[in-house]
């Protein structure tokens, strides 16, 4: 990751624009290169790679998951460097698969955790492996349009989890049912008027024919 500053120079407009002002105020004002203005500041470019070896890419061309661990990484990068007292993270291990949700759940851990910068990580997540290293667990409810929370044990966290994940399965697993059965009828009613196109042009190629040969078979008009 690299920043994007000019080499503490500004830019012509800036440049006249602060010849104007030492103008007016007689005095004159150097960059400095250790720290310079925020008006020098031109954003952030990130090149990615996950591996010791292979190939650089740019956050546009990531996955969401890709693009999830990339802000973690840098979200932790700084919490090490320059810790805040608590971190609210919502659903970040959504669009990770299991062996990433633990990777991440262990390094919340270690951070949450450690000797030199702890602090305390509030997530939100509807999977095991966040729950599993969480030191307290709480659920909510929404009844009579009011949210509710309640102090839940690990166990029972973990149960409820489970039970969601097996209704999101069965749930998958009706979607792809009706998705196959909605393709077989598509196929099969796109099979049944290729049926009827071809009946009707064998019909009309036997009515021509039918034709043809009335024609023939009448006696020609002499003149």
Known sequence: MR???????????????SDDSQSESGEKQAVDANN??????????????????????????????????????????????????????????QAL?????AAVANLIQRQASSEENPTQFLVSTFRPELVSIANRCYGISYQNKVSSIHHLSKKDALKFIANLMSEEEEVGDVTSLATSRVSRLTNASRSSKKRKAIEQAEAASEEDETEDEEQDGKPAASP
């Open 3 to 17: 920043t994007m500053i000019d080499d503490a120079t500004a830019t012509d407009d800036e440049m006249e624009d």
């Open 36 to 93: 310079p203005k925020v008006s020098l500041y031109k954003g952030i470019g990130i090149n990615v790679r996950f591996s010791e070896v292979g190939e650089n890419y740019l956050m546009p061309q990531l996955s969401g998951g890709q693009k999830a661990l990339v802000a973690m990484a840098l979200i932790f990068a700084i919490q090490r460097c320059d810790p805040a007292p608590f971190y609210l993270f919502d659903e970040l291990d």
């Open 97 to 101: 698969d299991s062996t990433h949700r």
